[in-house]
């Protein structure tokens, strides 16, 4: 059945969902498992010593050969280091949306008729054009490039938010963007605005600070074991404290469980409790908002509502301080975390069936000029446009017709002779 991809790539984490053609429509996309079953697979890299290059990194790793949070370097001069060899991220990035490609390409039994990649709000041209340049040396060649704002507009429109004028906050592993965005003629979104971010500020920290918490608790338990057992009693204090964090966005308290020497522990944590310590993080990121919305000449009242997006949107303390400082609707998603790649995905259905641009009405005449003393008097709605104060309808986004993706062609990244890609 015919597709189209959406595919976002997030500090942490990628994500991909796909929608298929139904008769003249589109089914509403649905996440593309990559990981194991999961919708999402980490955003890392690994440079094995064959030269394959492994998507999601191995289990433990020196480092000198994994690379991760490649994507926010694109457009620094300084490439990244992976193996001893140099790599321009934005090769690594094009690496990684490639592979995602393949991944549905086979799962679908065929190309997709049109491919949407998501990348941060704040790029200019510089960074885009990098970023398509690699897309090309991997034969990905139709690939349109949207910011990750508007495809987050796009999923909420898709699920039913009307609204002209709104904010996106988008709240990732180690990321947080803010931007505006605003209905164009046809009907889809746009950015406009300054965009802004915190870097690195995410779910990470989030993370993070829930582990010290841990720590201090049991801190008498770790000086009373060696420090080999004391490392491996750790190892899986991130990903339990991850798990917490997501567990806490619904229920009122849960237990961090970790392994000790001495016997299992378990570490009650409340959501007050975990809230007290991420809240001038996130107070941060609403202060964040209310700067993008005030240097874009808007007042909070003027919005249709908040969209929010990643992961740790859904933490119930995000839309508390939003709703306290703007006074909008604000709308998450179930699966916030997939927000970018579906609305990546409807965006991709526009490529290919563009929806049609409204028949303006029929032109009415104006009455013959009225003459004064010799001179003609032009009436209002023909004075000039005052571009300095009315900037005028937005562009529409041009309707293109994206050609079947070919599959992707072998691997041009300079540092491997032999290629081989594993998930």
């Not at 457009?75 to 990244?80: A, E, I, Q």
């Not at 960074?127 to 340049?133: C, D, I, K, S, V």
Request: aromatic letters at 4%; a neutral charge.
């Amino acid at each position: 059945m015919p597709y189209v991809l959406g595919i976002d790539i997030g500090s942490t984490n990628t994500a991909a969902a796909v929608a298929r053609r139904d008769g003249r429509t589109w089914t509403r996309p649905e996440a593309v498992p990559l990981n194991a079953g999961s919708p999402l697979v980490p955003s890392v890299l690994h440079l094995a010593e064959d030269g394959a290059l492994h998507i999601g990194g191995p289990a433990t790793d020196d480092g000198s050969r994994t690379t991760r949070d490649f994507v926010r370097r694109i457009g620094d001069d300084v490439p990244l280091l992976l193996g001893g060899e140099a790599c321009p991220p934005q090769t690594l990035t094009a690496e990684l949306a490639a592979w995602v490609v393949e991944q549905v390409h086979a799962a679908e039994g065929g190309p997709a008729e049109a491919v949407v990649l998501s990348h941060p709000a704040s790029w200019r041209p510089y960074r885009r054009e990098l970023l398509r340049r690699a897309l090309v040396d991997l034969g990905l060649r139709t690939v349109t490039l949207l910011p990750r704002t508007v495809t987050v507009a796009e999923s909420h429109a898709a699920r039913g938010f009307a609204g002209t004028t709104a904010a996106v906050y988008a709240l990732g592993g180690a990321s947080f963007e803010a931007a505006l965005v605003r209905r164009t003629p046809r009907g889809t979104y746009e950015s406009f605005g300054t965009p802004q971010g915190l870097d690195p500020i995410g779910g990470a920290d989030f993370d993070e600070l829930l582990a010290t918490h841990v720590r201090t608790v049991l801190s008498r338990e770790l000086a009373a074991i060696g420090r080999r057992d004391h490392h491996a009693a750790l190892r899986g204090l991130p990903a339990e404290c991850d798990r917490v964090k997501r567990a806490l966005t619904v229920e009122p308290a849960a237990d961090v469980v970790l392994s000790l020497p001495t016997g299992p522990a378990r570490i009650p944590v409340t959501r007050a409790q975990f809230e007290a310590m991420i809240r001038p993080t996130v107070q941060a990121t609403v202060d964040l908002l209310l700067r993008t919305v005030h240097g874009a000449g808007l007042t909070p009242t003027q919005l249709d509502g908040v969209l929010l997006a990643g992961g740790s949107a859904r933490i119930p303390l995000v839309t508390e301080l939003i709703t306290t400082a703007l006074g909008v609707p604000v709308e998450v998603e179930p699966d916030a975390q997939l927000t970018a790649a579906t609305g990546a995905a409807h965006a991709a259905c526009q490529v290919v069936s563009p929806r049609p641009r409204p028949r303006p009405p029929a032109p009415v005449r104006d009455p013959a000029p009225a003459a004064t003393g010799g001179r003609a008097v032009i009436p209002a709605l023909r004075r000039p446009r005052d571009h300095a104060t009315d900037p005028g309808d937005p562009p529409p986004r041009p309707p293109v017709r994206i050609l079947p993706l070919d599959l992707p062609k072998a691997s041009r990244l300079a540092l491997t002779l032999s290629r081989g890609r594993e998930g």
